[in-house]
């Protein structure tokens, strides 16, 4: 099973909604990643989650909020969040942050702010 | 510091056509290399993959070689297929900084029949 599951595929929220985005895998891995994509660019890093602790946070707004329950779950919490933070949002696993090996991706969150 | 620089699209061919996207990348230590492919409104796929120099990924009729004398690590597929219409993502990963990954802009590929 090399499967990184991400739900919603797809979240409609206003700019007072409070809402989670939710991400399993069961490979075993212990890095677990955030990334916002927006239309025609490359995903950028938002937060490395390493044996169930934050380990990177790439300067993201606190209206972005992560969290990693267990080894196999990690949940982005949205709070009063702005319409240019409307953008696909990409979960990944990988092995360890201390071994070079690929990330897995989940299908994405598209994410749209009104 | 890492990065990953890739030649801009977006790239037309015909059925058959014989494909090149170039990447090239700085990065400290010894990095990995990647290409995913994302298909629209999907997730990112591994393409292939090269873990040390002069190692050539392959899959699904693509190649690439991580050539560290050049820091390039080209994709290359001899026929390309109207299915092989996505987005490549060239990108590097590197335990010095973490396993963080550094993708490329991306090259939007277009098949036609």
């Known amino acids: 099973d090399t499967e990184v599951t991400q739900t919603p595929k797809h979240l409609v929220m206003g700019m007072t909604n409070k809402k989670s985005l939710k991400c399993e895998q069961h490979m075993g891995h212990r890095a677990m990643y955030w990334y916002k994509q927006k239309a025609k660019k490359p995903p950028e890093l938002m937060f490395v989650y390493s044996y169930e602790k934050l380990s990177i946070n790439e300067s993201v707004p606190s209206r972005f909020s992560p969290e990693c329950p267990n080894s196999s779950l990690l949940n982005l919490h949205l709070h009063a969040l702005q319409p240019e933070d409307s953008a696909l949002y990409l979960c990944a696993s990988s092995q360890e942050v201390a071994m070079n090996t690929e990330a897995f991706f989940g299908q994405g969150t598209r994410l749209t702010v009104v | 510091g890492n990065s990953v620089t890739q030649m801009e699209g977006p790239v037309t061919l015909s059925e058959e056509a014989f494909l090149t996207i170039n990447c090239t990348y700085t990065a400290t230590g010894y990095p990995s290399l990647f290409w995913y492919v994302q298909y629209p409104g999907e997730g990112l796929q591994l393409l292939l993959k090269a873990t040390k120099a002069d190692d050539k990924g392959s899959n699904k009729g693509f190649e690439a070689t991580y050539r560290k004398e050049t820091t390039s690590f080209h994709l290359e597929k001899g026929s390309v297929q109207v299915s092989d219409s996505a987005v490549y993502f060239c990108?590097?990963?590197?335990?010095?900084?973490?396993?963080?990954?550094?993708f490329g802009t991306g090259t939007s590929l277009t098949v036609i029949p």
């Open positions: 990108a590097l990963s590197s335990r010095n900084t973490g396993n963080q990954f550094y």
